[in-house]
């Protein structure tokens, strides 16, 4: 898979592999420079943070389709279908956790008996949505939609940015209504208050 270990592992295999050395070699000076990168940009000042922060994302991005472009790595579809179902179990988890300290939170809150039957309402459907997205994910087996070809890798690989950062969103979301049904952080709309 196009997935970039670390630069000593790389030129390990650089050296005993004289078929995918160019790729190996590619790996290891751009995974290097863009580490130089980052530690450049932590002493940047704040004007060139965001410009310098997006560069060094678009670079890191781009090693892996460009050092592939040289010699395509082997990778097995059902070993990578295995760690991004890994990592999005991790991902939902995270969400669930979100949720239950934010419903704790709420519970805790001085305007907690007002809002308990519905921060438990809130909880409940906190669940069903986490245990829905964990089922749309999981539903196929995720193996068949990717080939031995780098260009369903790269889609599949960076696809998952998005999977991860929505999972990531509903646990954000869920702990907003948790503050919106216990009156914390969040006014209601004008049109949905009283005289």
């Known amino acids: 898979m196009p997935r970039a270990p670390g630069s000593g592992r790389w030129w390990r295999a650089a050296h005993s592999d004289s078929a995918g050395r160019t790729t190996a070699l590619r790996f290891t000076v751009w995974i290097t420079t863009c580490w130089a990168g980052w530690v450049i940009l932590l002493v940047l000042s704040e004007s060139v943070y965001l410009p310098g922060f997006l560069l060094m994302v678009a670079a890191e991005l781009s090693v892996p389709v460009w050092a592939e472009r040289a010699h395509a790595t082997t990778w097995h579809p059902h070993h990578i279908a295995e760690r991004y179902g890994l990592f999005t179990i991790i991902v939902l988890g995270e969400t669930i956790l979100a949720a239950t300290a934010a419903v704790q939170d709420g519970l805790d809150a001085e305007h907690a008996d007002d809002a308990s039957d519905g921060l438990t309402a809130l909880a409940v459907s906190a669940l069903f949505v986490v245990f829905s997205m964990w089922w749309?994910?999981?539903?196929?087996?995720?193996?068949?939609?990717?080939?031995?070809?780098?260009?369903?890798?790269?889609?599949?690989?960076?696809?998952?940015?998005?999977?991860?950062?929505?999972?990531?969103?509903?646990g954000a979301g869920l702990a907003l209504a948790v503050d919106y049904a216990t009156h914390r952080c969040i006014s209601a709309p004008a049109s949905q208050t009283g005289p």
């Not at 999981?138 to 999977?163: M, V």
């Open 136 to 170: 749309l994910y999981f539903d196929h087996p995720a193996h068949r939609f990717l080939s031995d070809t780098n260009r369903n890798a790269f889609l599949w690989d960076y696809g998952h940015y998005l999977i991860f950062s929505s999972a990531a969103a509903v």
